[in-house]
C-alpha cells in the first residue's frame, strides 16, 4: 500500500526552528518527486517547497524561501523540511504527499498531515 | 506568481445534478493544471492531472478540460460524498500555486 506519514509537528516559539519528517512505503521513493504543502486553521492550500527524485533541484514558496529546507533520504525512504525562523503565519498542517512524476507533474498520494503551531 | 481564480466560491447542488466548477490562471499554463477534491477533516486527493487526465482510482462522471487560461472541472451526476471542496493547482511556473477552493454542498 502506497502511504507516507508526517512526524515532527508541535508548539514552538516565534524565531524557534522545526524539523518535520516523512517515512514514505509501498513505492520506489528514490524515483518519485517530493512535496510538502501546507494548510492554516480554515484555509486553502499552500504549496510550501518540492524536491526532485535525484534531490538534485529543489523549489521553494516564496513566503518560506530562505528559511525553510526540503531534504531527502533515500536510504531511509524519508522526507524532510527543516522549518527556522519560525512565525505565527507558519501555522498549519503540514502534508507531505508524493509527486506521480519525478519532480512536478501532479500530488497523487497525501499524507493526512502533522500541526506545526508558532505561538509564544 | 501565478494566481488562479476559482468560481464559484459555492455551488449548492443537490445528489444527481451536474456540478461545473471554473479555474483561471493568471498567464498561459498549457495544460499544467490538476484539481483536487478535499473532504472535510481529510487530506486532499488528486483527481486530474494535466487539464484532463483522471488520476488512478477516479471515477469516470469527474472530467476535466481546458488549456492555456480556462480550465473546468465538471461532475456530471453528483453523488452523497462528492460534497466537498475542490482546488485547481498549477505546475505551469514556479512556485507551484493553488486556487482558493470551491465549497460544493447540498
Known amino acids: 500500500q502506497v502511504q507516507v506519514g508526517e512526524s515532527g509537528g508541535g508548539v514552538v516559539q516565534p524565531g524557534k526552528s522545526l524539523r518535520l519528517s516523512c517515512a514514505a512505503s509501498g513505492f520506489t521513493f528514490s524515483r518519485s518527486g517530493m512535496h510538502w504543502v501546507r494548510q492554516a486553521p480554515g484555509k486553502g492550500l499552500e504549496w510550501v517547497a518540492v524536491i526532485s527524485s535525484d534531490g538534485r533541484r529543489k523549489f521553494y514558496a516564496d513566503s518560506v524561501k530562505g528559511r525553510f529546507s526540503i531534504s531527502r533520504d533515500d536510504a531511509r525512504n524519508t522526507l524532510y523540511l527543516q522549518m527556522n525562523s519560525l512565525r505565527a503565519e507558519d501555522t498549519a498542517v503540514y502534508h507531505c504527499v508524493k509527486d506521480r512524476g519525478a519532480e512536478a507533474y501532479g500530488m497523487d498520494v497525501w499524507g493526512q498531515g502533522t500541526t506545526v503551531t508558532v505561538s509564544s | 506568481e501565478i494566481v488562479l481564480t476559482q468560481s464559484p466560491a459555492t455551488l449548492s447542488l443537490s445528489p444527481g445534478e451536474r456540478a461545473t466548477l471554473s479555474c483561471r490562471a493568471s498567464?498561459?499554463?498549457?495544460?499544467?493544471l490538476a484539481w483536487y477534491q478535499q473532504r472535510p477533516g481529510q487530506a486532499p486527493r488528486l483527481l486530474i492531472y494535466?487539464?484532463?487526465n483522471r488520476a488512478t482510482g477516479i471515477p469516470a462522471r469527474f472530467s476535466g478540460s481546458g488549456s492555456g487560461t480556462d480550465f473546468t472541472l465538471t461532475i456530471s451526476s453528483l453523488e452523497p460524498e462528492d460534497f466537498a471542496i475542490y482546488y485547481c493547482q498549477q505546475r505551469g511556473d514556479w512556485p507551484l500555486t493553488f486556487g482558493p477552493g470551491t465549497k460544493v454542498d447540498i
Open positions: 498567464q498561459n499554463i498549457h495544460s499544467y
Open positions: 494535466d487539464a484532463l
